[in-house]
Nanobody, 126 residues
Framework: VQLVESGGGLVQPGGSLRVSCAAS????????MSWFRQAPGKEREFVAA????????DYKDTVRGRFTISRDNTKNEVNLQMNSLEPEDTAVYYC????????????????????WGRGTQVTVSS
């Protein structure tokens, strides 16, 4: 399984950016795809999650209402649309894939995920 992120970059506060994660090398109907982020000197933190086969999405409290996670099954791709970006959103953003049955009560725990992308940098600065 391979996960490849794209779409990061530099954006001003209040702006928008979309990052994408392309998955290949497997079938993912029983998996959950999530986005995590890691800022310098901080631990990796959960941002958002979506079941590959559909269902409820989950968000970190501080991004709910500003970020939207979605999937495109025809492209094997999961997107994270980020609006009203703040400097505190600056981080490397990673997509991660984990088996749904293992994430029932561990969706925000990085160690519960099996596959990771290499990350894409998002910088929010004026």
């Amino acid at each position: 399984v391979q996960l490849v992120e794209s779409g990061g970059g530099l954006v001003q506060p209040g702006g928008s950016l979309r990052v994408s994660c392309a998955a290949s090398g497997g079938t993912f109907s029983r998996y959950i795809m999530s986005w995590f982020r890691q800022a310098p000197g901080k631990e990796r933190e959960f941002v958002a999650a979506i079941p590959w086969s559909g269902g409820r999405t989950d968000y970190k409290d501080t991004v709910r209402g500003r970020f939207t996670i979605s999937r495109d099954n025809t492209k094997n791709e999961v997107n994270l649309q980020m609006n009203s970006l703040e400097p505190e959103d600056t981080a490397v953003y990673y997509c991660a894939l984990g088996a749904a049955h293992r994430l029932l009560r561990a969706i925000s725990r990085p160690e519960a995920y099996e596959y990771w992308g290499r990350g894409t940098q998002v910088t929010v600065s004026s």
